[in-house]
């Protein structure tokens, strides 16, 4: 299997600086439609497909992004390793607005998303034990862009951000930052068999911090516009430290259906089975 690295680009971020012989294209799904096209090129020869999560201009709510056609269709395009880059508060003193975290730990408390590909008609349970790929977070950690690794990300659903009560529980469950979209993002990629590991960049502290008790959509884009180029170089920089990976993941991210499925062949439904043809492909085949 030729190796693709996946890009998606969260607040801030709606291209990729560098890329060579780029097009963008529409990948049809049959789950919807993406939050964009997605933009195909090379960077240093290596294959790169990147993905705007808010769709270019920030036109989508967090609520309403379709997270399964977003997967679906980077498995479509061949993307084999997934790099997400997330804006984010710190529910830490010592994660300054600025900083980058590679989490290894999420706590999901959305509630009006898709979660799965699979369901009635074909039933599957994969591990999220570890959702996130430690061969991607080394090769992160490798490059020139100072990142903290370790830390849980708490996904809430948004649009608004939080109360102050909210905030001062998820810091009393040891919660180190927060945001809207790396769930259901993380457990799809997962049931896709995609390597994947978020880069959480901090645009400021959640309004339990006594100086920042009520957050503006003017802060977080000041703090944006300054990660911006960090994030860029970061890719720069990780795609050819990807690169050359032969073989399936390490850390089983890539057989993650493995022993999943547990509908038995006979009563699973066929038009379940053809909307899963990019997603699980590799063990409905067998």
Not at 46 to 60: A, C, D, E, K, Y
Not at 62 to 84: M, Y
Not at 135 to 152: C, E, H, M
Not at 201 to 219: L, S
Request: net charge negative; glycine share 10%.
């Amino acid at each position: 299997m030729a190796q693709v690295i996946g890009i998606i680009g969260g607040s801030g971020l709606y291209q990729i600086a560098g890329l060579e012989d780029v097009e963008w294209r529409r990948i049809e799904s049959p789950f919807g439609e993406p939050s964009d096209e997605l933009c195909f090129g090379t960077l240093g020869g290596q294959r790169v497909v990147f993905l705007p999560r808010h769709g270019r201009g920030h036109r989508i709510s967090p609520t309403d992004i379709n997270f399964r056609a977003n997967i679906d269709a980077l498995k479509r395009a061949g993307v084999t390793e997934l790099i997400s880059l997330s804006a984010v508060g710190s529910l830490k003193e010592e994660l300054a607005p600025g900083d980058f975290v590679l989490v290894d730990q999420f706590i999901d408390r959305t509630f009006a998303r898709e979660k799965s590909f699979f369901g009635t008609g074909l039933v599957a349970h994969v591990s999220m034990a570890r959702p996130v790929c430690p061969r991607l977070q080394d090769a992160i950690a490798r490059t020139g862009v100072p990142v903290k690794r370790g830390g849980t990300y708490l996904v809430m659903e948004g649009p608004q951000f939080s109360t102050l009560a909210e905030s001062k529980l998820y810091r009393s469950w040891g919660c180190d930052v927060i945001g809207m979209t790396n769930m259901p993002e993380a457990k799809l990629a997962r049931e896709a068999e995609i390597c994947y590991a978020t880069v959480a960049m901090v645009t400021d502290y959640d309004c339990w911090h006594p100086g920042h008790d009520a957050v503006t959509v003017d802060m977080v884009v000041g703090v944006l516009l300054q990660n911006a180029e960090r994030a860029r170089q970061l890719v720069r920089e990780v795609v050819p430290l990807l690169a050359g990976h032969e073989g399936p993941c390490g850390y089983g991210c890539q057989r993650a259906l493995e022993n999943a499925l547990i509908t038995s062949p006979e009563a699973r439904d066929p038009a379940v089975l053809s909307r899963l043809d990019a997603v699980a492909g590799r063990v409905l085949r067998r």
